[in-house]
């Protein structure tokens, strides 16, 4: 089982950054997806990285705007999240995906992270 665990959320206003941090367990690599959910909204598929690093996608309303990265050797995931904008309020979950297919859908990845929550004022 892959215990994941996300931390660097805050409140911050238009226009500021954050950088999100997800660290898993053990030492196995997956393709690793952010996603967002709003209170009473679903929830929405950020951008993905592979397995190695060597491909990504984004949702529209980020690309531009958000970055994600991962470093192996410290089994980490980043979100780099610069242009912050009001709607992007949100708790953000990292995801990571056993699977062979790379996916944007919530419902292909199998474990998930707690949440931290991210805050853009206006």
């Known amino acids: 089982q892959v215990q994941l665990v996300e931390s660097g959320g805050g409140s911050v206003q238009a226009g500021g950054s954050l950088r999100l941090s997800c660290a898993a367990s053990?030492?196995?690599?997956?393709?690793m997806g952010w996603f967002s959910q709003a209170p009473g909204k679903e929830r929405e598929f950020v951008a993905y990285?592979?397995?190695?690093?060597?491909?990504?996608y984004y949702a529209d309303s980020v690309k531009g705007r958000f970055t994600i990265s991962r470093d192996n050797a410290k089994n980490t995931v980043y979100l780099q999240m610069n242009g912050l904008k009001p709607e992007d309020t949100a708790v953000y979950y990292c995801?990571?995906?056993?699977?062979?297919?790379?996916?944007?859908?919530?419902?292909?990845?199998?474990?998930w992270g707690q949440g931290t929550q991210v805050t853009v004022s206006s």
């Open positions: 995801a990571a995906d056993s699977g062979y297919a790379l996916s944007n859908r919530a419902a292909d990845y199998d474990y």
């Open positions: 053990g030492r196995s690599r997956y393709t």
């Open positions: 990285i592979s397995m190695t690093g060597g491909r990504t």
